[in-house]
């Protein structure tokens, strides 16, 4: 369970908690709306990990990308929107977002602009 302290000048206002599963719904979500990405892999998909030696998070994205969209441009925009999004649902450091590009969609071309 995550937990978000919420606190304004000092005093306690009180806390959200919610369900690790969450964070992970939610980068999905986000990663299937940036531009060039087809799907997000559905056997390993978007994996969380704690550093060892603190409490920041490593964030894996497995994806497909679609034809005609450059590799390191769509793998960019997917690590800023996974850096977005979960900055929105937890206080916690993203250490690094790694992106691994597990395949292609073809079929249409996909002209860039």
Known sequence: METIVHT????????TKFAPSLLEESLTLGVKEV???ASVDH???????RCKDSKDLIIDVNLVVLNGYAVPDVAYRVQEAVINSAA???TSKIN???VYVRGAKYGASVKQK
């Open 88 to 90: 929105q649902l937890t």
């Open 35 to 37: 531009r060039g990405v």
């Open 8 to 15: 304004e000048n000092g005093k306690y206002l009180g806390q």
């Open 43 to 49: 056997q390993k998909g978007i994996q969380i990990h």
């Open 96 to 98: 690094r977002v790694n």
